[in-house]
Every structure is written in C-alpha cells, then in structure tokens.
C-alpha cells in the first residue's frame, strides 16, 4: 500500500469566491484545535479534537489496530472551512454497519476487498456529520467543500490502493449528498429514544405506555431501588483515577462477557478525562456504600450519548436503571430531545426506544461488486422499512402517544 504524506495536495477546485486547497494529514496533532471543534458537527461529540485525540494517544486506532487515520482538510488561504475524519482498514471490525457479507462475496467471486477507506467515528455507532463544514457556508460553498472533499477522499483511496469508500452513520441530508456524488446509499436502524414535549418526568413517560407495559417498568425500577442507592452523575472532574480504572476494567469484562473486542486500549478513558471532559457524564451505582457499577455517557445540549457500562455484582434490572433507565430521568429533567443507547437490542424497544434510521454510503472500485451492492442496498431499504414499521407498531405505547412512528430524530 502506498503511504499517504502529510500535507501532500490532492485536488484543487474552483469554489464562488476563491480557491479550496484540500490536503491530508496522518496525525491530529498539527491540526488546530480551536479550528477543528469550530466546525460544524451537529451534536455529537465523537469527532471532536480531543475524542480522536484521545483515541490517537491510547493506540486504539493506528498502529497495529487496523485503523490507520487520514484527516482530510480543506482550507481557504489559512482558514479550515471543512474536514473529514477518515481510516484505512484492513479488516470491518468495530464499525456497525458491516459488510461482512459483500466481504466475502467479493472473496468468492476472487475480487479483493481490502484495503477499505472508512468515514466513521471510530468503534462508536452514533449520528454524526462526517463532512464536517464551517457553519457560516452558504449553500453553495457548502456543496464544493463537501465536493472538494470527497474527491480529496477519492485521491486517498486512489493513493492508498483502497478498493472502497464508506461514509458510516452519517446524517441524512449527507446521504443524499453523497448519492449525488457517486456513491450507494444504504438504510439502516437503532433504537432511539426521543423525548415527547409533553413528558415532564418519568410519570409522564411511562403514562403514555399500555398498563402492562408501565407496570412492568415501574416494576423494574422498584426492584433495583430496594437494592442500591440512587444512581449518582458525575462529570470528568468529579472523576478520580480508581473510578476511571473502574470504567476501563467494566467496559473490558463487559465486552469479554460478550465475546466482544475490546477495541478501545487501556488508557482510553484515562486521556479522554484530558482531552475532552466537556460532554462527559457517568452514572455510578452504590451498594452499602460500594461503587458496583457505572456507564459512560457524553451529553450536549441535543443528545444524551450512552456508550460503555459495567458491574461488578449482579443485581436484577442493574444494566437497565444505569445504563436506560436513570439516562431517561436525566434527559427529561434537561428537556433533551434524543438519547442515543448505543447498538443493537431488541429489548429497547419494551423501553420505549423505538426504530429510527441510520444512514450510510458507498463506493465500490469494482464494477461488478458495485452493481451487486447497489441492488442489494435497494433490497435491503425496502425490507426494512416494513421491518421498522413493524416494530414500532409493537412499541410500549398506547396508540396515539410516544414517538412512535419511527421517524428520523433531528441530526443537526
């Protein structure tokens, strides 16, 4: 594979007022920050300066971990007004939307598939902008940036002999972009929750569900209270180093309980607490004055992120008041409209998560495999928009109440 050089031009285009120089950059390092985080990223924090950083300086990616970075940056004179977060891949681990499948069909059909070019915030299924864009652009600067940066994209997968381009949980508004500029989009869901203006606190949350369904929630809660104190939130200053050693060892045992990958090194969570404290929030559970079990969430003002949890004891319902249940009682009692729990988890739904899309798109170097993709793509959108409907319709509330028909949350 060839390497990709620092600050080595890939393409020049023409913009309404002057001239956008796109180049890449291996290491977040020389990026300035301010400039980075100045950039519009929606809600999510996952590609924020110091979220790379930290993942950067743990080795979770580069090195041997599969996730070689590649920053791609577009600037006017000495001004960042774009950028995009991408990772050469030799492997589709940790990513979410998998392709496991188009892997090995293109392995049966003798067409290689590796090395991958990746768009995604790494090891983390959330909504994000992955164009990220200086949030003064009009409309027309906006599409030759995002044009100029997916052919610089295209020059560094030419560059690094990657054989695809993957643009991961992006926002909808970039899947449609992205589809005018070549690649295939493909529909996808999770289980989100969205806040109804209506749901002052937890009362009026599960009012809006079926009795069953509200009994067997406050059931749950009720059981748990009678066996530890109430879940405590604390920020990354509130955090000291045996509570991050906690989170480190429960997001391991976690993931081997799981027969998971730890993708995330040790130090992870450490450098984190450093490099981005902001959004960070842990909910901590006590029993007889024991810390037992926490989970990591980030928070902005839009959306509650839950990421990783642990426990040291088993206590029935644990996993939901830490990880759901008391997230749920938080984003009501800020008003947060959308909390994220992570992937997968069909029993969200009982818990008022409901389906909502999940974007992505594609580019595949091989005629053959692109065509392939692209009809299975289509395939795949129409059967699980039924899919999505049916399990709305089998969601906890009474008809007519909750965020229930499975649209799309804002992504900024």
């Not at 037992?292 to 319902?317: H, K, M, Q, S």
């Not at 289509?378 to 649209?407: C, K, Q, V, Y």
């Amino acid at each position: 594979m060839a390497p990709v050089k620092d600050r080595n031009p890939l393409s020049t285009g023409p913009a309404p007022r002057e001239t956008i120089e796109v180049h890449a950059v291996t290491r977040l390092a020389g990026v300035d920050r301010a400039a980075w985080d100045g950039l519009d990223h929606g809600p999510s924090p996952f590609l924020r300066h110091g979220f790379l950083q930290a993942l950067e300086d743990s080795g979770s990616v580069g090195g041997r971990s599969g996730w070689n970075p590649v920053y791609i940056l577009a600037q006017r004179g000495a001004r960042l007004v774009g950028a995009a977060a991408g990772f050469i891949k030799t492997h589709s681990y940790g990513e979410y939307i998998f392709d496991f499948g188009w892997a090995q069909a293109a392995s049966r059909a003798r067409v290689p598939y590796y090395p991958k070019l990746v768009f995604a915030a790494p090891m983390t299924p959330a909504t994000g902008r992955r164009v990220l864009l200086a949030p003064d652009l009009d409309a027309d600067d906006r599409r030759a940036i995002t044009a100029a940066l997916v052919a610089g994209a295209r020059a560094v997968a030419d560059q690094a002999e990657c054989l695809s381009i993957h643009w991961l949980f992006c926002t909808a508004d970039e899947q449609d972009a992205l589809a005018h500029l070549g690649f295939t989009p493909r529909a996808s869901y999770q289980y989100h929750w969205r806040r109804d203006p209506a749901w002052q606190a937890w009362p009026d949350f599960v009012g809006a569900m079926t009795s069953r369904k509200r009994k067997q929630l406050n059931k749950e809660r009720t059981r748990v209270a009678a066996q530890i104190a109430p879940v405590e939130w604390r920020t990354a200053a509130e955090l000291d180093t045996a509570c991050l050693d906690d989170l480190d060892r429960w997001y391991r045992s976690t993931t081997e309980e799981h027969g998971g990958t730890d993708y995330l090194r040790p130090g992870f969570f450490h450098r984190l607490a450093e490099t981005m404290p902001e959004p960070i929030r842990v909910a901590v559970a006590h029993q007889e004055g024991k810390r037992i079990a926490g989970a990591l969430f980030f928070e902005t003002d839009a959306a509650l992120y839950g990421r990783y949890w642990g426990a040291d004891a088993r206590v029935e319902f644990l996993h939901f008041e830490v990880a759901y249940y008391a997230a749920i009682d938080r984003c009501l009692a800020r008003g947060t409209p959308l909390f994220e729990a992570g992937a997968q988890g069909e029993h969200k739904l009982l818990r008022g998560f409901l389906p909502c899309p999940t974007y992505s798109a594609h580019w595949l170097r091989h005629p053959g495999l692109s065509a392939a993709v692209a009809d299975h793509c289509a395939r795949e959108a129409t059967a699980l928009a039924h899919e999505m409907g049916e399990l709305a319709a089998a969601g906890p509330f009474r008809r007519g109440d909750g965020a229930s028909d499975g649209a799309p949350p804002d992504e900024g």
